[in-house]
């Protein structure tokens, strides 16, 4: 089962607002809401940032947000702040034997 | 406090076997499905597997099948991951992590156990 597509790095100025793509296929993104966000600090566990597609977990930052058309989900972060600077991951359920997949990873660098 | 802690890692020899522990607290992981993930070093995140609440239904990703079971404890509150049959690419950080508000997705994770297979 390969891992859904993301951009290897991402990067914006403070302020600014960036996106990050995850692109799977029918049988996982295009498939199910159950689109999920980790945000990862080296070293550090990852942290749930966004579920099913554009949930934000409490205490969550109202500046992440998520969407999704057709096979492609995407995170937003608006008014980017060095504390983003961490690597991204999407997660999607799908319909195959592994039921889960994570994303390639996307490196977020705040200029 | 909410938490997850793993052990069990340590260094072992390719062919070996390691039994990796997740000791939950403040929760009672008998209402939750229960994951595994694991993170070689310098590498992105990748979903290993997951064990139904009852331990009914498990799940693997195709590399760790017939090699890896997942297993639970509900009333001592632990999940476990036996590798057998280890391999080199098997080297990562291990996680055990669940979904308490939202099934699908994990909001709650350890701090990882790491497991080194080198000869």
């Known amino acids: 089962q390969s891992a859904l597509t993301q951009p290897a790095s991402v990067s914006g100025s403070p302020g600014q607002s960036i996106t990050i793509s995850c692109t799977g296929t029918?049988?996982?993104?295009?498939?199910?809401?159950?689109v999920s966000w980790y945000q990862q600090h080296p070293g550090k566990a990852p942290k749930l940032i966004i579920y099913?597609?554009?949930n934000r977990p409490s205490g969550v930052s109202d500046r992440f947000s998520g969407s999704k058309s057709g096979h492609t989900a995407s995170l937003i972060i608006s008014g980017l702040q060095a504390e983003d600077e961490a690597d991204y991951y999407c997660k999607s359920y799908t319909n195959r034997s592994t039921p889960y997949v994570f994303g390639t990873g996307t490196k977020v660098t705040v200029l | 406090e909410v938490q997850l802690v793993e052990s069990g890692g340590g260094l072992v020899q390719p062919g070996g076997s390691l039994r990796l522990s997740c000791a939950a607290s403040g929760i009672t992981i008998s209402r939750f499905w229960m994951t595994w993930v694991r993170q070689a070093p310098g590498k992105g995140l990748e979903w290993v597997a997951i064990v139904k609440p009852d331990g009914s239904v498990k799940q693997y990703v195709d590399s760790v099948k017939g090699r890896f079971t997942i297993s639970r404890d509900n009333p001592k509150n632990f999940l476990y991951l036996q590798m057998n049959s280890l391999r080199v690419e098997d080297t990562a950080v291990y996680y055990c992590?669940?979904?308490?508000?939202?099934?699908?997705?994990?909001?709650?994770w350890g701090q990882g156990t790491k497991v080194t297979v080198s000869s």
């Open positions: 029918s049988s996982d993104v295009g498939a199910y809401n159950y």
């Open positions: 099913e597609v554009s």
């Open positions: 992590a669940s979904g308490l508000a939202a099934p699908y997705a994990l909001d709650l």
